[in-house]
């Protein structure tokens, strides 16, 4: 006879069991006998009950010997319940507790933490690594010693890619897969690099000018009117020409074409050295200026990534410094941006007025757990609303005959700080500029200090 029970309850009836209509168990020398799991784990609730069997074993006289098993647990019902997994920063593995990051800046590491499966039995772990949280297609499921966090260091985990890290929980009722909500991996550096931090505003501008080529290939371009000294990028759909103009000053900025119109209706010519292409797409885009800015109330700064990145994996920090500051101090310290692409200071008329300063904006790509290092920009300064034009020498001579008159001139703009894009100049018939006896000079000589020496024909006319 036995019977089924945990602790002092019985959960079973008294059953007979016959030594000689037992069937046979091969690994000991006396019998076997069933009971149906089923209802063990219906009496078990999943609580993990320590459950015995006691037996009375009788002979053919009548004696009896009542023993025990020792205490078994049956196996569950339920595969493992899901856990929590985190993806957790590899630079920051000491943090309490740790951040779930979405983003991180070591490359080819994935490293994450998890709570333990719910479960009555003892769960082993498995850990892998998937491009989606369904499968383990990156790093295949290897299994882990009793911890709560894995770190993976290796070459299949590519820089600028999601991955989700899995894991596997395995008990006698089955497995059960759970998943991190996917983390960005980046290289901190690289994305530093990329990153381009500038004035104002971004470029913008309109769609681009349609310019059928002439037989000789070159090509007049009259663009929409510009603002007259302001900075603008030109893009082609070429790479072999030349461009110029003579009412504006054309420079090439580390492989950008740049240009400041002298006045707002321009002509600019473009030679196409080598091209099979019969017309030409040009576009003029609007750019703050990168090392004077207006003097306003205002200051913004905006960057942008030259290798494609979501902007919206992180959060950035903005301050200005002064250049050879004796002191380590911002002279606006660091403030959260507003956007993902630039940032608006607002009242830094104090900055305006130190016209022998240089500054330089600073920008900090962060995750939630920390940021890397600064990316500056170009320095800059401001434009000073009180500077002023100082002559200092003014000649004008006429010939034999009267019919020229050669000026010479020279003047210089003060303080000596102020930065210059170009000077306009034009001879006139008295102070107010009335009577202009020429159209408007430009000379693109960016320094404070210019001299000039031109001629001017004076046409008589008699009268009867």
Not at 225 to 244: A, H, K, W
Not at 306 to 335: C, E, G, W
Request: glycine residues 4%; hydrophobic residues 40%; contains cysteine.
């Amino acid at each position: 006879m036995y019977f089924t029970a945990h602790g002092a309850n019985a959960v079973s009836p008294y059953l007979e069991w016959r030594l000689d209509d037992s069937p046979s168990c091969p690994t000991f020398t006396g019998g076997c006998f069933k009971y149906p799991l089923r209802r063990l784990q219906l009496q078990d609730t999943d609580n993990n009950i320590p459950f015995h069997i006691n037996m009375h074993v009788y002979n053919n006289a009548g004696h009896y010997l009542s023993v025990a098993t020792d205490p078994f647990q049956i196996p569950s019902r339920y595969p493992p319940g899901k856990s929590m997994v985190y993806d957790t920063d590899p630079e920051f593995l000491d943090m309490t507790p740790l951040a779930d990051v979405d983003v991180h800046f070591k490359p080819s590491t994935l490293c994450a933490s998890w709570t333990d499966s719910t479960h009555h039995e003892t769960v082993s772990y498995e850990v892998g690594v998937g491009s989606t949280n369904l499968t383990d297609d990156i790093i295949a499921f290897q299994h882990v010693k009793e911890a709560n966090a894995f770190c993976f260091n290796s070459s299949a985990i590519q820089t600028n890619e999601i991955y989700f890290f899995l894991l596997r929980s395995n008990c006698s009722a089955g497995t059960t897969i759970s998943s991190s909500n996917g983390v960005t991996v980046l290289d901190g550096e690289e994305l530093r690099s990329s990153l381009v931090v500038q004035l104002g505003r971004n470029c913008f501008g309109s769609e681009h000018d349609h310019i059928i080529l002439q037989s000789n290939s070159s090509v007049i371009w009259k663009p929409k009117p510009l603002l007259v000294g302001l900075s603008y990028i030109i893009t082609l759909n070429i790479t072999e020409f030349e461009i110029q103009s003579d009412e504006a000053k054309l420079s090439n900025d580390s492989g950008v074409l740049l240009l400041i119109p002298f006045m707002s209706h321009i002509n600019i010519t473009i030679r196409i050295k080598s091209s099979t292409a019969s017309s030409v797409l040009a576009r003029m885009l609007f750019c703050p200026n990168k090392d004077v800015l207006p003097n306003t109330k205002e200051l913004i700064v905006n960057w942008m990534f030259s290798m494609p990145i979501n902007r919206s994996l992180f959060v950035y920090t903005v301050a200005v410094d002064k250049i050879n500051a004796v002191h380590n101090t911002l002279v606006i310290p660091y403030q959260k941006a507003t956007h993902n692409f630039d940032h608006r200071f607002n009242n830094v008329s104090s900055l305006m007025d130190r016209p022998a300063d240089e500054f330089v904006a600073k920008v900090r790509i962060c995750s939630i757990t920390h940021c890397l290092n600064d990316v500056l920009s170009n320095p800059f300064t401001f434009d000073l609303i009180d500077s002023q034009l100082q002559v200092e020498a003014l000649r004008a001579e006429t010939n034999d005959q009267a019919s020229c008159l050669s000026v010479h001139a020279r003047w210089k703009i003060a303080p000596d700080e102020f930065k210059v894009s170009f000077h306009q100049f034009a001879i006139a018939l008295d102070k107010d500029g009335k009577g202009k006896l020429t159209s408007w000079q430009s000379i693109a000589n960016t320094s404070s200090s210019i001299q000039v020496n031109f001629l001017i024909v004076i046409l008589y006319c008699e009268h009867n």
